[in-house]
């Protein structure tokens, strides 16, 4: 089965600090992508990347950037953590476009 | 308008009830679709894919109707494992990026 792991499962940060969210899958498969999913909104795309030092903006980049440098590790960063950005951040990784994703466990993220 | 859009729920149904979701997505390029399910404080896992002629898996019929722009699951015989909330899941025509309803959920009462 296809793993994919984030490095956190809770993470509590300041306003103003930089964050850095950790997925990696062990599958190598070509696509990834980070999610947040918040109450009513269901999950949107931030930032998505199909192949190394490749990425593309999601839906909702703004306040986000992403690096890629080996194709199993996809980090997301937030540059200057906002309260508006506490949320559950879920990793995915697919094989190919048509296919489904599998998601990492998630990580809990509160700004205060 | 969101472009994948479901009744939030939630639906609460005895066991053993039959319990049809409902999912309408606005991009008429769309090219594939899933159902997703997500168990409370878990990560979203793979149900089913829908295909154009119908599919079943168990319990479980995904249809897909392109003219309406209309998407279904149907759970026969609910259990009280079946309690999660299901995502409807839409494949943009351009790559590979899903995107998802907000959920319904489920819950089924002994």
């Known amino acids: 089965d296809v793993k994919v792991t984030q490095s956190s499962r809770y993470l509590v940060k300041r306003t103003g600090e930089k964050v850095f969210l950790e997925c990696v899958q062990d599958m190598d498969h070509e696509n990834m992508f980070w999610y947040r999913q918040d109450p009513g909104l269901g999950l949107r795309l931030i930032y998505f990347s199909y192949d190394v030092k490749m990425k593309e903006k999601g839906d909702i980049p703004e306040g986000y950037s992403v690096s890629r440098e080996k194709k199993e590790r996809f980090s997301l960063i937030l540059e200057s953590a906002s309260t508006n950005q506490t949320s559950m951040y879920l990793c995915?990784?697919?094989?190919?476009?048509?296919?489904?994703?599998?998601f990492g466990s998630g990580t809990r993220l509160t700004v205060v | 308008r969101k472009e994948v859009e479901q009744d939030p729920g939630p639906f609460n149904v005895p066991e053993g009830a039959t319990v049809a979701f409902n999912c309408t997505y606005s991009n008429s390029a769309s090219q594939s679709f899933f159902w997703y399910r997500q168990d409370c404080r878990k990560e979203p896992k793979l149900l089913m894919s829908v295909y154009s002629s119908g599919n079943e898996d168990g319990r479980f019929t995904a249809q897909l109707n392109r003219a309406s722009q209309y998407i279904s699951l149907l759970i026969r015989d609910s259990k009280l494992s079946d309690s999660a909330t299901y995502l409807c899941v839409v494949k943009r025509n351009q790559g590979g990026k899903l995107i998802f309803g907000q959920g319904t959920e489920l819950s089924v009462k002994p």
């Open positions: 995915a990784s697919s094989l190919l476009a048509n296919y489904g994703y599998t």
